[in-house]
T-cell receptor
Framework: EAGVVQSPRYKIIEKKQPVAFWCNPI?????LYWYRQNLGQGPELLIR????????DSQLPKDRFSAERLKGVDSTLKIQPAELGDSAVYLC???????????FGPGTRLTVL | AQTVTQSQPEMSVQEAETVTLSCTYD???????LFWYKQPPSRQMILVIR??????QNATENRFSVNFQKAAKSFSLKISDSQLGDAAMYFC?????????????FGQGTTLQVKP
């Protein structure tokens, strides 16, 4: 069974540029999470989806971050415009329901210059 | 608010020896889950072990075991017979029990080095 797929693995952009990350969860997993992991820190939840509905986006900086999960499967996280402080690893995870084990993807390492 | 603290930024162990990683947490809840995750350089988080707070028995998974002290709000991970493949960053994490939020609250991590 394929795991959580994320792309790209690495992204380097200039500040003020837009960037998007893509996540394909494990087949059948209705819950999807986006986490941000700063260097040397643990991940922090940005947004959680139950199917196509964002049910917890309290930590998402809504002025520049947006996310969508069309048809309740793949998800895209976007930053526009990117700032230097957005440099981090962006992890996607999925689970079969919010109360079950989360499976993580390999993450996207974003560097903003 | 719930917090998770890992006070050991780095630890090292000799191959085949035993090492213990520390974690403390703060919560006013009585029921919750605690986890240890491993993150190798590939960055993919892997679940190592899980503990339900309502269970008094400490969880074990092969060479990995925990020492769960609920009153002290302490949750340490013991790795026995350490192997080179155990080298990674280890995160302690907390999750609410009630409501299917699934939100994980992570500590800062401990980098484990295994010496041959």
């Amino acid at each position: 069974e394929a795991g959580v797929v994320q792309s790209p693995r690495y992204k380097i952009i200039e500040k003020k540029q837009p960037v998007a990350f893509w996540c394909n969860p494990i087949s059948g997993h209705n819950t999807l999470y986006w986490y941000r992991q700063n260097l040397g820190q643990g991940p922090e939840l940005l947004i959680r989806y139950e199917n196509e509905e964002a049910v917890d986006d309290s930590q998402l900086p809504k002025d520049r971050f947006s996310a969508e999960r069309l048809k309740g499967v793949d998800s895209t996280l976007k930053i526009q415009p990117a700032e230097l402080g957005d440099s981090a690893v962006y992890l996607c995870a999925s689970s079969l329901g919010g109360g079950n084990e989360q499976f993580f993807g390999p993450g996207t390492r974003l560097t903003v210059l | 608010a719930q917090t998770v603290t890992q006070s050991q930024p780095e630890m090292s162990v000799q191959e085949a020896e035993t090492v213990t990683l520390s974690c403390t947490y703060d919560t006013s809840e009585s029921d919750y889950y605690l986890f240890w995750y491993k993150q190798p350089p590939s960055r993919q988080m892997i679940l190592v072990i899980r503990q339900e707070a309502y269970k008094q028995q400490n969880a074990t998974e092969n060479r990995f075991s925990v020492n769960f002290q609920k009153a002290a709000k302490s949750f340490s991970l013991k790795i026995s017979d350490s192997q080179l493949g155990d080298a990674a960053m280890y995160f302690c994490a907390y999750r609410f029990y009630s409501g299917n939020t699934g939100k994980l609250i992570f500590g800062q991590g401990t980098t484990l080095q295994v010496k041959p």
